[in-house]
């Protein structure tokens, strides 16, 4: 790709950007929220038309003119946020648009022989009979990958893979995308983990605002000086919290929660928990263990069966999250596509999700203050660096890491007593997630309690004062700060309470 | 611009279909121009076709407005025929029943109308929101029940059978009527008082909170439950607030157009609105067009009919072109959006 520009309404995307891809070779691509990445891949599998600049594809000069153009040229995408319909069978997915046909029927054998048979090659777990919508992330990317390798990639476009794996599941993919350099095919690896670019690169490009400002090969680079290249100064890859003294309030109290998941199997069994002032709870454990129902039946988003839910005094048990905010409980949601941001809905708009009636932004059910609104806005944007093309352009626009500052800045600005935040690092640059985590400690220190449930253990050891570890619907144990390594940690999540022997 | 962006692609589908509308006709062995002469001519010739064009647009508008906020909140209201047909025999009702000043007199004649469209837009909405019957098939459903339930109460026999020579109520009184523009046409007041309603639409949906919370219950549900939005009591306000500007649209005819209750006078209005709906982009604003534009491809087509230049089946056929060529896009757009399903609809 030479020279490549990219203008959307507002914004320079990519400012003449020149970027070249070997085969064989494990390409690494960096840059803070919002440098481009994205949208440079985009362009090369077809979705966008660069403004200015040539590709070439295996020597020739090319144009790419959809999606469709760039499958047949060999090149697959996994997009940042997953494309896949998830009422349909994982079989039925990949056949989407890509039927082999038999006549006018699918011909599902063939279609099952070269899945079985890819599935094998690649290490790449999944029942191609499952439904997309039971699958977790994991499965669900290893879906993504297999379709794109169906259709005939060579070159796979891997957009942010890791942020929604725990560590095992990033170790499978990596073995994956081994195999593929291995038999000659190219790959490009997005990611926001330093560690991993340098893990299984063979060269890192670094983007900054929509320029190329490096590619240098992977034994030459270091974390510090990759996030140097990316932020244009020095970033700190961790914080440590000061110790701050708790006076013993229960701000959050869980009281022995069930919670069945939508297909009505009971995933949460029993689970009691305290959050008190002063405090980070962190929840650990392998994805699918209920932590997602647990947060939605504290959230009110989820009917408990059994249990108690209370903040403070007040018992909230099944009330709204209207009720809960009005309590001074904020939540940070998983899917920020999903429960998070309205899409469609502008910045401004989404800005005030959950706060449009409060009397700061509407004068009753009638009329909204809209100066306020776009006051309140303009002033998240600025303190959170969310970078918009514009303050009424949909959040659709947005570059993922920028969609969770928005949710991040909007729900941290409510001085909440109570954080339910999951993976609330997901998708940030380095800089993003140092500015997170300060902002969680500072919250901390002045007095909230937060319930931090990631997937990622380096996060929960460093923030949190008390872990919690989540197997099988329940909490098998609760440990201090540094009263657990790292590898009794990640035993107890694979086993549950079995492992403390 | 948006408008502009907007705007191109339409006229660009007007013009296509019209031309496809007048291959069909050459092919048919009619006389193209003649025929394409009449159509302008009856929509827009003179005052009196351009009232007549205003006249037909004046319930399209309602109905437009009525399918276009239900699918603002995510959900189709087919039964706008129906909510059409129980707001204006309501409203007639108010208007021969009641003794009331003028101009409050048309108010509360306006006021019976939306209600019996509200009531008639509550059920399915109820239903769906606390049973999940589809409204899809309720509101069709009840469409029927309200049409026939409304040719009852007017035909020989049924209690409100008021003129010998036809199956109608009798005339409401002056005091009810809105005041028409030219004499001998039927254009009235409704088309001014439908102009003021888009506006307000317009404002409710984009200026205020219960406009943000509908917007973003069709946008997104699940975000919107998150957002401590009663998603439930969302779907309901939207059927109830489309039935209502049905209904307002059937007391509109009825206090302007025909001055009566008239079994079967819709020829479909409630049907247009979804094609106005969709031809407006669901915006408020743009229905006021698209009305316009349904409006004079009907008074055109009558034209066509009455000159004798070819059937009126042959304008029927090209007002449907026209109507498929500016929806279907959208249409598409939409269907597309539903199969990729809740994850589809993202980056990039
Ligand atoms: N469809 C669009 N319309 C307008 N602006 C857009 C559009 N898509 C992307 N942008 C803008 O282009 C810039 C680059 O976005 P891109 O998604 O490539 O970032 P990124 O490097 O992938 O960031 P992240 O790490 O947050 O995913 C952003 O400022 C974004 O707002
Ligand atoms: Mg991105």
Redesign the interface.
């Known amino acids: 790709m030479e020279g490549i520009v990219k203008r959307f309404p507002g914004v320079l995307a990519n400012a003449g950007i020149d970027f070249s891809l070997s085969w064989g070779e494990v390409h690494g691509l960096l840059g803070e929220n919002g440098a481009g990445k994205t949208v440079l891949m985009s362009i090369l599998y077809g979705l966008y038309q660069p403004d200015q600049g040539r590709i070439f594809v295996r020597g020739k000069e090319t144009r790419i003119r959809s999606p469709h153009v760039a499958i047949q040229l060999g090149i697959g995408m996994v997009h940042q946020h997953f494309m896949l319909v998830p009422r349909l069978t994982v079989l039925e997915n990949m056949a989407v648009g890509w039927e082999p046909r038999l006549g006018p029927l699918l011909d599902r054998r063939a279609m099952r022989e070269k899945i079985e048979a890819l599935v094998e090659e690649y290490g790449l777990e999944v029942d191609p009979d499952a439904k997309v919508e039971e699958l977790s992330v994991g499965e669900q990317q290893r879906v993504e990958i297999l379709k794109a390798l169906y259709r005939g990639a060579e070159v796979l476009i891997l957009d942010e893979p890791t942020a929604v794996l725990v560590e095992q599941e990033v170790e499978a993919l990596f073995s994956t995308i081994r195999t593929l350099k291995e038999q000659g095919k190219a790959v490009v690896f997005i990611t926001h983990k330093l560690h991993e670019a340098l893990e299984i690169c063979d060269r890192i490009t670094v983007l900054r605002k929509g320029k190329n400002v490096g590619t240098l090969s992977a034994s030459e680079a270091t974390e510090e000086g990759l996030a140097e290249m990316m932020v244009g100064r020095e970033v700190v890859f961790t914080v440590s919290p000061e110790p701050v003294k708790s006076e013993g309030r229960v701000l959050l109290s869980v009281e022995d929660l069930s919670a069945r998941d939508d297909r009505g199997v009971p995933v949460v069994r029993g689970v009691s928990l305290q959050v008190y002032d002063h405090e980070i709870l962190g929840i650990a454990g392998v994805q699918g263990n209920g932590q997602k129902e647990l947060v939605e039946a504290i959230a009110g988003l989820r009917r408990p069966t059994s249990g108690r839910v209370k903040v403070g005094e007040h018992d909230v048990t099944g009330r709204s999250p209207h009720t809960l905010a009005s309590r001074g409980l904020v939540h940070i949601p998983e899917d920020r596509h999903l429960r998070g941001l309205i899409l469609t809905f502008s910045v401004e708009e989404n800005a005030v999700l959950g706060r449009h009636r409060e009397p700061r932004f509407a004068l009753g059910p009638w009329a909204q203050r809209r100066s306020a609104i776009r006051a309140h806005a303009q002033e998240l944007v600025r303190r959170f660096s969310v970078s918009v093309p514009g303050l009424s352009a949909p959040a659709r626009t947005l570059s993922g890491g920028n969609q969770q500052r928005l949710i991040l800045a909007r729900e941290l600005s409510r001085a909440p007593q109570v954080v339910l935040a999951v993976q609330p690092t997901r998708g940030l640059d380095v800089g993003g997630m140092e500015f997170v985590w300060e902002q969680f400690l500072k919250a901390r220190k002045e007095g909230a309690g937060i319930l931090l449930v990631s997937m990622d253990l380096d996060e929960v050891m460093m923030l949190a004062d008390r872990i919690a570890v989540m197997y099988q619907g329940e909490i098998v144990a609760v440990l201090r700060r540094g009263e657990a390594t790292k590898r009794e940690l990640g035993l107890l999540m694979l086993r549950g309470k079995g492992a403390v022997d | 611009m948006r408008w502009t962006k907007e705007l191109i692609p339409i006229a660009g589908a007007i013009v296509l279909a019209l031309g496809i509308g007048a291959i069909v006709t050459a092919l048919t062995g009619y006389s193209v121009p003649a025929v394409f002469k009449q159509l302008v001519i009856g929509a827009f010739g003179d005052w009196y076709q351009l009232a007549q064009t205003l006249t037909q647009a004046t319930p399209i508008l309602f109905t437009s407005l009525s399918f276009l906020i239900a699918f603002r909140a995510g959900l189709f209201n087919i039964g706008a025929e129906g909510q059409l047909y129980l707001g204006a025999f309501f409203s007639a009702w108010a208007g021969f029943s009641l003794r009331l000043p003028p101009v409050l007199h048309t108010v509360v004649c306006l006021l019976f109308g939306a209600v019996a469209g509200a009531i008639w837009g509550f059920i399915p909405g109820w239903l769906r929101a606390k049973r999940g019957a589809n409204e899809f098939v309720t509101t069709m459903m009840l469409s029927y029940v309200a049409i026939y339930l409304t040719s009852w109460l007017v035909a020989p026999g049924g209690p409100y059978h008021g003129t010998q020579w036809a199956n109608q109520t009798v005339r409401i009184a002056t005091s009810a009527q809105f005041p028409r523009f030219i004499r001998g046409a039927q254009l009235s007041w409704g088309i001014v008082v439908g102009v003021l309603i888009a506006f307000i639409v317009w404002y409710l949906l984009f ?4 406009g ?2 509908l ?2 219950v069709g ?2 549900p ?9 998603v439930a009591r969302n779907l309901i306000l939207a059927l109830v607030l489309a039935g209502a500007l049905a209904g307002l649209g059937g007391a509109a005819e009825t206090l302007g157009t025909h001055r009566r209750f008239i079994e079967n006078f819709s020829p479909g209005y409630g049907w247009d609105g979804i094609a106005g709906g969709l031809i407006a982009r669901a915006h408020p604003l743009g229905a006021i067009l698209a009305a316009v534009l349904m409006g004079a491809l009907r008074a055109g087509g009558q034209a066509v009919d009455r000159a004798g230049v070819a059937p009126a089946d042959l304008a029927s056929v090209i007002q449907g072109l026209v109507i498929f060529f500016v929806v279907a896009p959208e249409l598409i757009r939409y269907l597309r959006r539903l ?10």
Request: charged share 35%; net charge positive.
């Open positions: 200026r205020t909170p219960r943000y919370e917007r973003a946008q997104n699940l975000a919107a439950e998150y957002g401590g939005i009663n199969r990729r399903g809740k994850l589809g609809d993202t980056e990039p």
